[in-house]
């Protein structure tokens, strides 16, 4: 977009106010993918601007070489798994909700009792939302990322090599395994026909 | 094509990212498996759930919080780079440090950077001029001033970088150093590349003029008049002791103009008093310029390689805190040579005629 052009040039040389209409033009994608990747709203809030501070920062090592929406995406991303990656680190008591990795690597989630719904309960959009959310908050990252970007972003393999800097094979492969995982795990709770 | 096969080849297939020879072994594989039509199925329902998602609502108030954490950022910024300019004299510059450091964050971020600038000027140039009797200090400190006028009084962010250079001090005053005014020098470990990506010469022009007066105060709020009406950014500072004017005789208003507003400026600028032909002082930036950017370029890869690295230690974290700090001031040192950059400069010493 031309327009959208001139803005990033005006912010290259100083013109916050010229940042702040790619703001209002991002916001609300920016905010829907660190929603996905964090799972609940407070921390998709917090994330959404830290991305947009971080990209202020950073706005000159934005070569043009992608849109600056998919530039965008890729700051998001990294972001959001910065954030993961630290609290995976704190030493926190053993929550119930936290998952255990098996030895296939996969994260299977603690079965103190199954309270997970079953297909009658999923009627409603919202429950089954939260359904599926919880099911991406407990894929390893570069499963996630790839799923979202894909499936709820609808970005394009090339846009999503870009964002996660890897090959369009890496892309697919991880795009694979990332649905097969969830298709796995629905189909075990015989959610899909 | 057997069933593992074909099943790996599904996800893209939905996509579209198969070839055409894939998709025919698929699609005849399919036509006589029902499981692998079982799968297929399934994907691509999962997919249309993941599309059908709900947008979650995006709270009112993120514009407005994103745009005070703009706000404040480049303030803070502002702030802790005026109050880490490289010092003159001990105590003194101290006392300045922390007067700056209070009016940066006083200041709300409109004000142009000049003006902080002229409030530092301001407090030197006071200190520097105070009682000196004697005729010689009167006139060393005039020949002081106007070598340090001839350089590009304006305190840049540079200051007296260009000896610097040289020297490989591998401190450029734009550096922002993590942590308190004193915190003990702390170099970045790797050497600053030198001009990897040598870039275009970075050239303010400045020029400086002179008005003599009958009513200096007059001739001010006229010049000040001028400003307003031809929408310039303007600062207005105490004037200098040079060439024998002292300094309780001038002032100094500084102009930042489009090149081509300069001549019809000058124009306006004879209704305020006697202008003098304008002297012209292009001030190079290119080598400062191309410090930071060689500094923001390799402090990028420091930063990169830390966040690549997948589980940091507490060290490697506040390294990078620091580096990211680092990064962030040299960012917004570039900003503020590309501000510069951009426009002219003009500095109009007002003085009056003292008649004894």
């Not at chain 2, 407005?64 to 910024?77: A, N, P, V, W, Y």
């Amino acid at each position: 977009m031309i327009a959208e052009e001139q803005l990033v040039k005006k912010s290259l040389q100083g013109d916050t106010q010229a940042f702040e209409e790619l703001v209002l033009i991002h916001q609300n994608k920016v905010y829907k993918l660190a929603y996905r990747y964090m799972g609940n709203e407070e921390d998709a809030y917090d994330m959404t601007q830290e991305a947009f501070l971080k990209a202020y920062r950073s706005l000159r090592s934005f070569k043009g070489d992608s849109s600056f929406g998919t530039w965008l995406y890729r700051v998001t991303t990294n972001v959001c798994l910065d954030e993961l990656r630290r609290r995976k680190r704190r030493i926190f008591p053993v929550s119930l909700d936290e998952p255990l990795a098996t030895k296939e690597g996969d994260e299977v989630e603690k079965e103190i009792a199954d309270t997970s719904p079953t297909a009658d309960i999923l009627y409603e959009q919202k429950e089954f939302s939260q359904y599926i959310q919880n099911l991406l908050n407990d894929m390893k990252p570069e499963h996630k990322t790839a799923i979202v970007l894909r499936d709820v972003m609808e970005l394009s393999y090339e846009e999503i090599a870009e964002v996660l800097n890897c090959s369009i094979g890496t892309v697919k492969s991880r795009i694979s395994r990332a649905r097969n995982v969830l298709r796995k795990k629905m189909d075990d709770r015989e959610l899909l026909p | 094509m057997r069933c593992e096969q074909v099943r790996e080849l599904l996800s893209p297939y939905i996509d579209q990212m198969t070839s055409e020879k894939e998709n025919q072994a698929i699609e005849a594989h399919l036509v006589q498996c029902l499981e692998c039509r079982r799968e297929l199925e399934q994907l691509k329902l999962l997919c249309s759930m993941l599309n059908d998602l709900e947008s979650p609502q995006v709270p009112e108030n993120l514009a407005q919080d994103i745009h005070r954490r703009l706000r404040e950022e480049k303030t803070k910024i502002l702030a802790f780079r005026e109050a880490r300019r490289p010092k003159k004299s001990g105590w003194i510059a101290a006392a300045i440090a922390g007067l700056a450091l209070a009016v940066g964050i006083g200041v709300s971020s409109l004000l142009p950077v000049g003006s902080i600038m002229a409030l530092w000027q301001d407090k030197t140039a006071e200190q520097d001029a105070k009682p000196k009797v004697a005729i010689e200090k009167i006139l060393d400190a005039a020949r002081i001033a106007m070598n340090t006028d001839n350089k590009g009084a304006d305190d840049s962010i540079g200051g007296n970088n260009s000896a610097s250079n040289q020297k490989g001090d591998n401190k450029p005053a734009v550096t922002g150093q993590t942590g308190k005014l004193n915190a003990p020098e702390k170099n970045s470990s790797s050497p600053v590349n030198v001009a990897e990506n040598p870039i275009k010469p970075v050239i303010v022009q400045e020029y400086a003029t002179r008005i003599k007066t009958d009513n200096l105060n007059e001739s001010v709020n006229k010049v000040i008049q001028i400003a307003d009406v031809s929408g310039l950014e303007y600062n207005l500072s105490q004037g200098k002791t040079v060439q024998g004017l002292q300094a309780s005789n001038t002032k100094e208003v500084t102009f930042k103009v489009e090149a081509a507003q300069l001549e019809g400026v000058l124009a306006k600028l004879e209704s305020a008093g006697q202008v003098a032909s304008p002297v012209e002082n292009k001030r190079e930036l290119t080598a400062q310029y191309q410090q930071v950017q060689d500094k923001i370029n390799t402090l990028d890869k420091q930063v990169n390689a830390l966040e690549e690295k997948p589980g940091r230690t507490a060290e490697e974290e506040a390294e990078l805190a620091d580096l990211k700090a680092d990064l962030n001031n040299c960012c917004v040192a570039k900003e503020n040579l590309d501000k510069e950059a951009s426009k002219v400069t003009l500095k109009i010493l007002l003085f009056e005629e003292v008649n004894h």
